[in-house]
C-alpha cells in the first residue's frame, strides 16, 4: 500500500465518519420530531410520580416523629426538591418545539453542502491538517464549516470555502502540515470511532425512523407507559390524602 492511497483511505474515512455524526445528529432530530412531544409527556408524567413518591416519605416522616403536616410548608418542600426534574423538562419542551421550528432541507442543499463540505474538509479536517489546531483563523474556519453543514447551510458554506482557500493562500507552506507517521494509526482509530456511532444512539434510530410499524409500535408503548404513570400517580395521591388525614390530629 503506498503512502498515497493510505492519505486516499484516510481522507475517505474521515468524510464517512463526518457523514455519520452527521446522519446520527439527523436521526436525533428525526426522533425529536416524531416522538418529542410523548417524551415531554410521558417525562412529566414520570416526574410527578418521583414528587409524589418524594412527598410520601415527607408525610411518613412527619407522621413517625408525630408531627401534623402542614400542607403549604410540605409543597414548598417538594417544589425545592423537584427543581432539577422541572428543569430537565422545560429543557426537553424547548428542544422538541425548537426543532418541529426547523425547516427541512431540501435534496439539492443537502447534496451541495455536502460536496463544499468534503472539499474543505480535504484540507482543513484536523486528521488531515495539523495546522488547524494551531492556527487559530484555520481552527474558526473548521469550526464554522462544521456549524454550516449540520444546518446544510449552502451559502455559508461556500462562503467558508473561500476563505479557507484565502486563508491557505495567504500562509502558503505555514498552513498546511501532515502527519505521515501516524497516518496507520489515525486509520485504525477512525475505523473504531465509525463503528462506535454506528452501534450507538441516536444513530440507530434511523432503523426506527425508517420503519411506520416499528414507529407506531414505539408511540403506543410510550402512550401505555404515560397512561401506567398516570394511574399510579392517581394512587400515590389517595395515599397522601391518607396521611395527610391521619396527622390531622397531631400538634
Known sequence: MSDLSKKEILENLIIE????????????????REFGDLFAENFKAKIECIRLKKTIGYCRAKINRGVKINVDDMNEQMDNDMQGYYAELKRIIREANEIKERGVADEESIETSKNIYHRIAKVLHPDINLMTANVQRLKELWN???EAYYKYDVYSL???????????????????????????????????????????????????????TKKKLKK?????ETEEYKIYASNLEEL?????????GYR
Do not use: C, W
Open 158 to 212: 461556500s462562503n467558508i470555502e473561500v476563505a479557507v482557500d484565502k486563508t491557505l493562500s495567504d500562509l502558503g507552506t505555514a498552513g498546511f502540515k501532515s502527519d505521515d507517521t501516524r497516518i496507520d494509526e489515525r486509520i485504525e482509530s477512525l475505523k473504531k470511532k465509525i463503528a462506535r456511532i454506528a452501534n450507538a444512539k441516536p444513530y440507530t434510530y434511523g432503523e426506527l425512523l425508517h420503519n411506520e
Open 17 to 32: 465518519k463526518e457523514q455519520y455524526m452527521k446522519d446520527a445528529f439527523s436521526y436525533e432530530i428525526g426522533y425529536m
Open 240 to 248: 397522601i390524602e391518607q396521611l395527610i388525614s391521619e396527622s390531622a
Open 144 to 146: 464554522q464549516a462544521n
Open 220 to 224: 403506543s408503548e410510550m402512550q401505555r
